[in-house]
């Protein structure tokens, strides 16, 4: 398992079936969640490769209202910060930082968002 799936897994304990890889479908229901991997850094040691990664995913929260974009991007972020541990059965996850979050409002679909920056240290 990757942590991709791992995340997946473990996230889906804490907000349900509204939670989907890189894109929503045509028509979700909301409050909804979306999560992407940004970047995937390999720590180098000097003559070899560590199997340490730090892995940057991305959380859109989105709602028909602030409140609701507020709620479901709190309960992600409660369940991530500071995390360590065993994720989705197999993955050793050393720590979870937040490392942003941002509020949006988008004109055209008039959906709330907020984008939540988490970096993920753990095995490969």
């Excluded at 409050?31 to 859109?60: E, G």
């Excluded at 369940?79 to 989705?88: D, E, F, K, R, T």
Aim: with cysteine.
């Amino acid at each position: 398992m990757d942590i991709g799936e791992a995340l997946y897994s473990y996230l889906s304990t804490y907000i349900g079936t509204r939670l989907y890889p890189d894109i929503l479908p045509q028509t979700p229901a909301y409050p909804a969640v979306t999560m992407q991997l940004i970047s995937r850094v390999r720590d180098h040691l000097f003559r070899f490769d560590s199997t340490l990664v730090k892995s940057r995913f991305q959380f859109s929260c989105f709602g028909l209202t602030r409140t609701s974009a507020k709620v479901v991007s709190k309960q992600i972020r409660l369940a991530l910060q500071n995390y360590s541990g065993v994720m989705g059965g197999s993955v050793i996850v050393s720590a979870v930082e937040i490392d942003g979050e941002v509020d949006n409002y988008e004109m055209d679909t008039r959906v709330y968002s907020t984008m939540l920056d988490f970096l993920i240290w753990h095995e490969e």
